[in-house]
């Protein structure tokens, strides 16, 4: 299995300013992926970091808002912009190791809670 | 778009006892995922499902399955305090069998263990 940091692990933030988020694999993977989870709720697929090009959002979701950046095959960025308070959330990122098909293992960092006041 | 419903939504079990968390959907399952979450955070993978029928375990935890792929179960056997948390079922955004990674998850089981 891979092994995922994500840093920072929390931060308290004020309104209007922007967080950015560090996902780093101990190996090459696949996919990247990251997630958001609000207070008492499951979670919900921001976007794909695709390596080397525009990460791709889900419906609700847009660039401006939360950029990502993903430079090679063990890291990744999500930035959360002119937060508000809707914001606080605990941002997750996920990998997929291995290619040659979609149903394989995806393994979750510990995750970063944001707390925006 | 894939939706899951999982039951129940929380539960509260003497230590040593069995319990089943249920995983259903309108639409067939494809790539089910199993994770348990600590409250506040990052997701464990248990274990994947890809096939009608299909059961795996992992120490006592099992999980199956059903043949229409519809619906997954996971049992604990003789729960420990260990094995609170939230268990959370996720499966293929897409639903549509023709493969992605992106994963849609249900609002998950809280499981609470009195020694």
Known sequence: ?117 | SQELEQSPQSLIVQEGKNLTINCTSSKTLYGLYWYKQKYGEGLIFLMMLQKGGEEKSHEKITAKLDEKKQQSSLHITASQPSHAGIYLCGADAAGSGAGSYQLTFGKGTKLSVIP
């Open chain 1, 1 to 117: 299995s891979a092994v995922i940091s994500q840093k920072p692990s929390r931060d308290i933030c004020q309104r209007g300013t922007s967080l950015t988020i560090q996902c780093q694999v101990d190996s090459q993977v696949t996919m990247m992926f990251w997630y958001r989870q609000q207070p008492g709720q499951s979670l919900t697929l921001i976007a794909t970091a695709n390596q080397g090009s525009e990460a791709t959002y889900e419906s609700g979701f847009v660039i401006d808002k939360f950029p990502i950046s993903r430079p090679n095959l063990t890291f990744s960025t999500l930035t959360v912009s002119n937060m508000s308070p809707e914001d606080s959330s605990i941002y997750l990122c996920s990998v997929t190791p291995a290619a040659g098909g979609p149903y394989n293992e995806q393994f979750f960092g510990p995750g970063t809670r944001l707390t925006v006041l």
